[in-house]
């Protein structure tokens, strides 16, 4: 596990309340899934929230974050397996998908940039410039916009496992 943001940590005992598990090439034929994916789960877990449509955008932002950047920089074959569960007041989203080393070192690297205490002129750099955009830009617009806890871990059968970390509401009871 590659983690240099506290709280992402891998192992949980909660259950996902949803899962989906789609094919990598089917899922990456059209741009429009990633959108499509986002708000279906978003509106799944939001019901039962304090702003239910605010946290439902929040978390269709995020999640479509993760899901774009998946959709850029993956693995040739298999399967995105995507979960969502909440775990105390964290939501969390682990994605599962094909990778190679090079796709790897990509998410590998936008984690090490959250983790230096100058991420946001990092992002903010990526953010603005004059070039196609990095392919970690999502993920480092999580850990800077929405203060995401990223993990991935790296695993034998040629996939990864990103594990992101949301704080997008504070209940209080």
Known sequence: MTSLSE???PNSDALPMLQMDLDIQDFCSDWSHCDL???YLARMVSHN???SLLFSNLYSSALNELLETVFRTHGVNGTLHCAVQRIDN???IELVFPVDDATYSIYHEAIETLGRE???TQYLEALFADREPDPNLGLLELGVDYGAKLAIERRENGTMRLVADLRLEDKTE
Request: hydrophobic letters at 25%; proline letters at 0%; charged letters at 45%.
């Open 49 to 51: 929230r304090l702003d």
């Open 37 to 39: 994916m986002s708000g």
């Open 118 to 120: 100058d991420a946001e």
């Open 7 to 9: 709280g992402a940590s």
């Open 90 to 92: 964290r939501d969390r």
